[in-house]
């Protein structure tokens, strides 16, 4: 089963899909099913609440900072839903603002600024990253969604690690990565950054050297993905909360 291919439509929800069904490289596969990811939800329809209660996702991890959880929530009306907020704040959103107001800013110079903050999510993040680490994989025992506000950078990196952990090549990866190109409405983003600017292209895409930053700081870090979830969660997160999102055949 190929995580990509086998997207279930949410009404109302951007860039939704499985990211577990995956082969591992010794044949076996990433439970299918069980692990999801998304934009925010805030645009859920009720139709959309009663496909999260049909695929059986009862919690949300939703990695949004404080500020931004305020500003957008979603109504899942009689859903049996449970929301799990890990707040990871948006440290450089501050500083892009900024940087796209400067006249003659270029889009190299936002690039270069994504760049550092997913190597922030390696260092200064980590801790935070932890705990929706910990939601995911020792807080509960069903089908879990986890997002942030495109799915994109946050969620993206929290699901890289999974993979990684788990044992999915990287060139798999990579290319559920960038899938969100393809399902992200990005027209979303028109409240949180200056869409007019030539500069914000960076902002708008998920690319492969972004990627490659933070498993690059990780390697030289912490050694492998797993490595880096038993520091992030300190200890709290190990090998057979992994093993219980293994299916192999029989």
């Not at 082969?23 to 299918?32: E, F, M, N, P």
């Not at 879990?144 to 690690?161: E, I, M, Q, S, Y």
């Not at 050297?209 to 709290?236: N, Q, V």
Request: net charge negative; hydrophobic share 50%; with cysteine.
């Amino acid at each position: 089963m190929n995580a990509i291919a086998d997207m279930a439509a949410i009404d109302g929800v951007s860039n939704f899909r499985d990211f577990g069904g995956l082969k591992l490289r010794d044949g076996a596969s990433v439970a299918a099913r069980r692990l999801f990811r998304s934009a925010n939800p805030a645009r859920i329809t009720p139709e959309g609440a009663a496909q999260l209660a049909h695929l059986g996702i009862a919690t949300i991890v939703d990695l949004r900072g404080v500020a931004e959880r305020t500003k957008a929530l979603a109504d899942f009306g009689d859903a049996p839903i449970a929301i799990r907020a890990t707040p990871i704040e948006p440290k450089t959103s501050v500083k892009l603002r900024a940087m796209l107001a400067e006249p003659g800013i270029q889009a190299a110079q936002i690039r270069d600024l994504m760049i550092d903050s997913y190597r922030g999510y390696v260092n200064g993040a980590a801790p935070a990253f932890g705990a929706a680490f910990h939601a995911i994989l020792a807080e509960t025992d069903g089908p879990v969604l986890v997002h942030c506000t495109a799915g994109k950078d946050r969620t993206g990196f929290v699901v890289a690690v999974l993979q990684a952990a788990l044992g999915v090549s990287r060139d798999a990866i990579l290319a559920d990565y960038l899938a969100t190109n393809r399902h992200w409405d990005r027209a979303s983003a028109a409240g949180h950054v200056p869409m007019e600017s030539d500069a914000v292209e960076p902002v708008l895409v998920a690319e492969a050297d972004y990627l490659a930053a933070a498993f690059e700081e990780i390697e030289k870090r912490d050694g492998d993905a797993l490595s880096f979830l038993h520091r992030a969660t300190e200890g709290r997160v190990a090998r057979p909360h992994l093993d219980a999102l293994i299916e192999r055949s029989a």
